[in-house]
Structure formats: structure tokens, C-alpha cells
């Protein structure tokens, strides 16, 4: 029997349908290219993920450091403790006042006193007619 052996060389021809050889060129073109795509997607992901990461440590700073004024204040809070501060001073300044009984007031305090003062005494005095009233209609009885 004689042997058949393969030679291959530049020069080797294939034969083989166009139609195979235009469905490998499409194969091979469509991997490639879902192949790029997966890669492309991927280092999205990764990116968004190195960013998220690098946010979630700056909160995780801010949330730590800024309570405890290591960040510094706002200046609408360092006016706000000014203010309480002030207030705090008034008002120790009116409590000595008070418990001193040299309380400041003004003319519209003094007629709301005097109105409510007025006012006590008449239902002191209705008071005291209507319990005469009762005393006296029952010693009747």
C-alpha cells in the first residue's frame, strides 16, 4: 500500500465553500466584538466601584470628624453659638435681677399686672357675695 502523507506548505490550497469561509469571518468578528464589549463593561464596573469606594471612605471621614469640629463649622453655626452665648449671659443678668427683686419691666407690663390684679379682685369680691349668698340661704332653710 503507498503512503499518504500530507505536505503543507505556502503553497497548500483548501477548498472549501465561500459560505463556510463568510460564516468563520462573521464567527470570529462577532466574538471579537462581544468580547471588547465585555472587557469595556468590566472596567466600568471596576471604575464605579474605585470611585464609590473612594466617596464611601470621604463619608465615612466627614461622618467621624465633622461632630466633632475637625473639619471645621459652618458659619451660620458659629453665629448661632454666638448667640446662645449672648442669651446665656442675659439671661443669668435678669435671674440675679429677679432673685434680687430689681426686675425691669415696662409700662405694658405694669397695666397687664394692674388689669390682672383688678380683675382678681372683682371675682375675689363676686366670690365672697356668693359664698354670703349661700351662707345666708341655707341658715334660712
Known amino acids: 500500500m503507498g503512503e499518504k502523507t500530507a505536505k503543507i506548505s505556502d503553497d497548500t490550497q ?13 464567527g470570529v468578528a462577532i466574538a471579537t466584538w462581544a468580547y471588547f464589549g465585555i472587557i ?9 466601584q474605585t470611585l464609590m469606594s473612594s466617596d464611601l471612605e470621604k463619608n465615612t471621614e466627614f461622618r467621624i470628624k465633622w461632630p466633632r469640629g475637625e473639619m ?17 449671659g442675659e439671661l443669668e443678668k435678669l435671674t440675679v435681677e429677679i432673685e434680687t427683686g430689681k426686675a425691669p419691666f415696662d409700662q405694658q407690663q405694669k397695666l397687664t399686672l394692674e388689669f390682672y390684679e383688678t380683675r382678681i379682685q372683682k371675682l375675689e369680691t363676686q366670690i365672697d357675695a356668693l359664698k354670703d349668698k349661700l351662707v345666708n340661704g341655707q341658715k334660712a332653710h
Open 14 to 26: 483548501v477548498a472549501m465553500p465561500l459560505r463556510n469561509i463568510l460564516s468563520i469571518i462573521a
Open 40 to 48: 469595556e463593561r468590566l472596567n466600568n464596573i471596576e471604575t464605579e
Open 72 to 88: 471645621g463649622a459652618l458659619p451660620a453655626d458659629a453665629e448661632q453659638f454666638m448667640l446662645i452665648e449672648h442669651i446665656a
